[in-house]
C-alpha cells in the first residue's frame, strides 16, 4: 500500500504535468493568434490594374517619374563573367547600378570593400549607398546570380511611401524570426535603409562580428539588426497573391509546374509581374534579356496604366 508521502509527491507531480500542459497549450493558442496577426501584416500586394485604372492621366504620369531605383550588386571577381553578364544586361535598368565588390578588379569598375567577410562586405555596401543615393527612395539588393526586372519592382512600390519602413522579398521564417531570402533579392525603402544604417552603430543589437555560437548568414543577420528598428519582412506578391521574388530560374520553376501535373503549368509557375529569378548562368541572363526587353509581336501595343522610363543616357535595349 503506498504511503501518504508518496501519494503526495505522486499528485504533487500530476498536478504539475496539469499545469504544465495547459499553460503549452495557452502558449500554442497565443502562438497562432499571434502568427495570423503576423501573417495578416506581412504580405505587401502589388496595386491591381483596376486600381490604377481609377487615377487621372496627370496622378499616372507623377507616379512613373517618382518611383527610381539605387541597385546595390554584390560580386566578387572570382566569379567575373557573372558580373559582366549582369552589367549587360538587366542593370541597366537600375537608375543607378553601383557594383560592390569584396578585392579590387581591373576589368570592371566597382566599389572596392576590401573586405572578404560577406556580412561586414554587406554592411559597408549598404551604408555607402545610403551616403551617395542622392535623392533615389529604393533599394535593391542583389547577388550577380539573379536577374532583376526592375520596371516590375518600380510597380510592387509605386504606391508605397519610402519614408515608411519597408522590407520585402521572400520572406521566410526561422524559428520566431521573419526574413528575407537574400538570393531573391532585398528591397529596401529609404527609412528602413536609414534605420539600418544608424543600428549598424550599435555593437550590442548589430554587432559587426557576430557572436552567437554559430555565425547567422547575413540574410537572418540582416532580419534581426531591422528588427530591432522596428522593421519586419514583408512577402512581396502580386494582386493575386502570387509571389514575386523567386529563389529558381524560370526554367527550373516551369519544371517544377509540371511535375505537379497543373492543368496551367505557366500559370501555375510564375506571376506575369515577377521582379527576379535567382541561380542565373550568364547565358540565361541573355536569353532572359532577350525574352524580357527585346522580343516583341509586331503591331502589338501594350495597355500598361503606368510607363517606366529607363535612365536617361543608358543603352539599354
Not at 506581412?42 to 517619374?65: G, R, V
Not at 565588390?101 to 554592411?123: C, G, H, I, Q
Not at 524559428?175 to 531573391?184: A, I
Not at 562580428?209 to 539588426?225: H, I, P, T
Request: charged letters at 25%.
Amino acid at each position: 500500500m503506498m504511503s501518504e508521502g508518496s501519494s503526495f509527491m505522486k499528485g504533487m507531480v500530476l498536478g504539475g504535468l496539469f499545469c504544465l500542459v495547459v499553460s503549452l497549450i495557452g502558449s500554442y493558442t497565443l502562438g497562432i493568434q499571434s502568427n495570423m496577426e503576423l501573417h495578416l501584416h506581412h504580405h505587401l500586394k502589388a496595386p491591381s490594374k483596376e486600381e490604377l485604372q481609377q487615377l487621372s492621366e496627370a496622378q499616372k504620369l507623377e507616379l512613373s517619374q517618382r518611383v527610381r531605383v539605387y541597385c546595390v550588386i554584390m560580386v566578387q571577381p572570382k566569379i567575373l563573367q557573372y558580373w559582366v553578364a549582369a552589367k549587360d544586361t538587366w542593370s541597366k535598368h537600375c537608375d543607378t547600378a553601383v557594383f560592390y565588390t569584396s578585392e579590387s578588379a581591373k576589368v570592371l569598375e566597382a566599389v572596392n570593400l576590401e573586405e572578404s567577410d560577406e556580412w561586414v562586405r554587406l554592411r559597408k555596401a549598404l551604408s555607402h549607398a545610403h551616403e551617395n543615393s542622392g535623392e533615389l527612395q529604393w533599394f535593391l539588393v542583389v547577388r550577380p546570380t539573379t536577374f532583376a526586372i526592375v520596371e516590375n519592382l518600380k510597380y510592387l512600390v509605386v504606391d508605397k511611401d519610402p519614408s515608411q519602413p519597408f522590407y520585402i522579398g521572400h520572406a521566410l521564417k526561422s524559428g520566431e524570426l521573419e526574413y528575407v531570402e537574400y538570393q531573391s533579392g532585398i528591397v529596401l525603402s529609404r527609412e528602413a535603409l536609414r534605420r539600418l544604417v544608424e543600428v549598424f552603430k550599435d555593437e550590442d543589437r548589430c554587432p559587426e562580428q557576430g557572436r552567437s555560437l554559430w555565425k547567422l548568414s547575413e540574410e537572418k543577420q540582416l532580419a534581426v539588426c531591422l528588427k530591432y528598428t522596428g522593421v519586419y519582412a514583408e512577402n512581396g506578391e502580386d494582386s493575386q497573391g502570387k509571389g514575386l521574388f523567386n529563389s529558381k530560374t524560370v526554367s527550373t520553376l516551369i519544371s517544377d509546374s509540371m511535375t505537379r501535373n497543373l492543368p496551367d503549368v505557366v500559370e501555375g509557375c510564375c506571376s506575369d509581374m515577377a521582379i527576379t529569378f535567382s541561380g542565373m548562368t550568364p547565358n540565361q541572363m541573355h536569353v532572359m534579356m532577350y525574352g524580357v526587353y527585346r522580343l516583341r509581336p509586331f503591331g502589338h501595343t501594350f495597355h500598361d496604366s503606368l510607363i517606366f522610363l529607363p535612365p536617361e543616357g543608358s543603352d539599354n535595349d
